[in-house]
């Protein structure tokens, strides 16, 4: 196990799903950990939201009020709940450890794991 999101699926407008990711140790701890999405068509991965080791959070102005990411460093997960999904979130959502860089974060590392798709359609 490197980066290995799960939890995605087809939901309604307004409705919730709760993604996961299961990290190697070696790269989950002390490490800020981050949800990034990428929309069909698009070459570009955005940030969702970040959860530091100290459990700080930072989200995207989207995501802020909607999603909730946490992180269990017990058993090297992060989870990002989110609720009142619209069809604009449709995307295949990835976790990767999170890098910060001034003020921004951007994904840490090169090689990305595998991603979990979430449409929401009605």
């Known amino acids: 196990v490197q980066l290995q999101a799960y939890g995605g699926g087809l939901v309604q407008p307004g409705g919730s799903l709760t993604l996961s990711c299961v990290v190697s140790?070696?790269?989950?701890?002390?490490?800020?950990m981050g949800w990034f999405r990428q929309a069909t068509g698009k070459n570009l991965r955005q940030l969702v939201a970040?959860?530091?080791?100290?459990?700080?959070?930072k989200y995207a102005e989207f995501a802020k009020g909607r999603f909730t990411i946490s992180r269990d460093n017990a058993k090297n997960t992060v989870n990002l709940q989110m609720n009142s999904l619209k069809v604009e979130d449709t995307a295949v959502y990835y976790c990767?450890?999170?890098?910060?860089?001034?003020?921004?974060?951007?994904?840490?590392?090169?090689?990305w794991g595998q991603g979990t798709l979430v449409t929401v359609s009605s």
């Open positions: 140790e070696t790269i989950f701890s002390g490490n800020a």
């Open positions: 970040v959860i530091t080791s100290a459990g700080g959070t």
């Open positions: 990767n450890t999170a890098r910060l860089v001034g003020s921004s974060y951007f994904p840490g590392r090169s090689s």
